[in-house]
């Protein structure tokens, strides 16, 4: 459906750009040439030629730039190229085609001069150009719409998306573990064998240093 909007529109479009093209450049030749003639300006007398000109610059600039279709600036650019080429094979025959003495508004309408000086040959070519582009062979994305999320049931929560066979089973952490291992106060257990503390002999001076693990008095046998 796409396509067959934009070729409806390159078709409307091709024509009325035609039109007013021919009313932007007479009026626009025949106003400067009367500035030229009489020596002064009036700016406001440019103001018409410019709106048909900036008309027409918008019509081809959305048939040339959206996105919607190639079959568009495809269409409209064949249409506008056709009389120019027309002219390299038989050019009086293309003239005579050519309406003429049409009047818009008043104004004249030379149809033949956008097509004498090459100016719709020019935006046709620059309107099958743009059918090349890739982008416009490609549709639109779709929106996508974002699914409505359920109001929470906090009564039911829903359940784990992990695996919970794997956890440990209840009760007291086992004594193999070294993380698991109970908190003490350092007292060794009762059943721990200590060694004796060493004793003083009768011959030693009380102020002499204490004794260490593993000396002999001083008045044992193996000191002699």
Do not use: C
Not at 60 to 66: D, F, S
Not at 182 to 201: M, V
């Amino acid at each position: 459906m796409r396509h067959l909007w934009s070729f409806l529109a390159g078709l409307v479009v091709a024509p009325v750009t035609w039109v007013l093209i021919t009313l932007g450049q007479d009026g626009s030749g025949r106003t400067v040439d009367r500035w030229v003639e009489i020596g002064t300006y009036s700016t406001a007398n440019l103001i018409e030629p410019a709106v048909y000109l900036g008309i027409a610059g918008i019509l081809l600039g959305l048939v040339g730039t959206l996105r919607t279709s190639p079959v568009g600036p495809l269409v409209a650019g064949l249409l506008l190229i056709t009389p120019y080429v027309g002219m390299f094979i038989a050019p009086f025959t293309v003239l005579d085609w050519i309406p003429s003495g049409w009047k818009v508004l008043g104004d004249p309408l030379p149809l033949r001069q956008p097509v004498q000086n090459g100016t719709l040959f020019l935006i046709g070519v620059l309107l099958l150009m743009a059918v090349f582009s890739v982008r416009r062979w490609r549709r639109w994305p779709q929106p996508v719409t974002a699914a409505e999320s359920a109001p929470a049931d906090y009564d039911n929560p829903p359940p784990p998306s992990y695996a919970t066979s794997d956890w440990p089973p209840a009760g007291p952490p086992a004594r193999s573990e070294p993380d698991t291992v109970p908190l003490t106060l350092g007292y060794p257990d009762l059943d721990t064998p200590t060694e004796p503390l060493p004793r003083r002999t009768g011959t030693e001076s009380p102020w002499s240093a204490p004794p260490r693990y593993g000396a002999k008095p001083e008045n044992s046998p193996d000191n002699r």
